[in-house]
T-cell receptor, first 118, second 113 residues
């Protein structure tokens, strides 16, 4: 059984740059959710993709954007990086029959990408 | 917006003792409450969950209680072991969504041998 894999594991970027983070869903999962976890804090919901469409977004500016591909893998893109974007970025995949309205099956987190903006 | 508050932020117990972590939430529509354990360098792992139509759930040494009227829920770990040391997060579903969550700020549990 493959879990959720994220790449890269660590990344250092300069303020103002753009970054792309990647997530491979667990086999059989069709939904990917992205979270930002600042140091010493709990994860904060960024957005979710279900069958390649955005399905809900948290309180994050438009410079945070995403994609989901036909194989259900996903990307998180952040433009115009700011120092406060430094965090652990987590993705979680799940199998959802009717998004959000039926119990999710196997909501599984990856180990995250540690982004440092300098 | 939704706010999930979690206490304490750190908890140190002796091996074999019990540990209790408490959370409150504000969204009355939340109906699913998972608990996660996060070890250093890893993503959160689900350890137990509870739905709003249940008041208590137990799985071996771990139990969760929910008081929907008061909007608070708690994690209880009995007979703690050093391998229980980690950061624990409570979460509440965003309304009726079972797959979007508000998280608490975490409790760092240290179990001393």
């Amino acid at each position: 059984e493959t879990g959720v894999t994220q790449s890269p594991t660590h990344l250092i970027k300069t303020r103002g740059q753009q970054v792309t983070l990647r997530c491979s869903s667990q086999s059989g999962h069709n939904t990917v959710s992205w979270y930002q976890q600042a140091l010493g804090q709990g994860p904060q919901f960024i957005f979710q993709y279900y069958r390649e469409e955005e399905n809900g977004r948290g309180n994050f500016p438009p410079r945070f954007s995403g994609l989901q591909f036909p194989n259900y893998s996903s990307e998180l893109n952040v433009n115009a990086l700011e120092l406060d974007d430094s965090a652990l970025y987590l993705c979680a995949s799940s199998l959802d029959l009717t998004p959000g309205l039926t119990p999710n099956y196997g909501y599984t987190f990856g180990s995250g990408t540690r982004l440092t903006v300098v | 917006g939704e706010n999930v508050e979690q206490h304490p932020s750190t908890l140190s117990v002796q091996e074999g003792d019990s540990a209790v972590i408490k959370c409150t939430y504000s969204d009355s529509a939340s109906n699913y409450f998972p608990w996660y354990k996060q070890e250093l360098g890893k993503g959160p792992q689900l350890i137990i969950d509870i739905r709003s139509n249940v008041g208590e759930k137990k799985d071996q040494r771990i139990a969760v209680t929910l008081n929907k009227t008061a909007k608070h829920f708690s994690l209880h770990i009995t007979e703690t072991q050093p391998e229980d040391s980690a950061v624990y997060f409570c979460a509440a579903s965003m309304g009726y969504n079972f797959n979007k969550f508000y998280f608490g700020s975490g409790t760092k549990l240290n179990v001393k041998p």
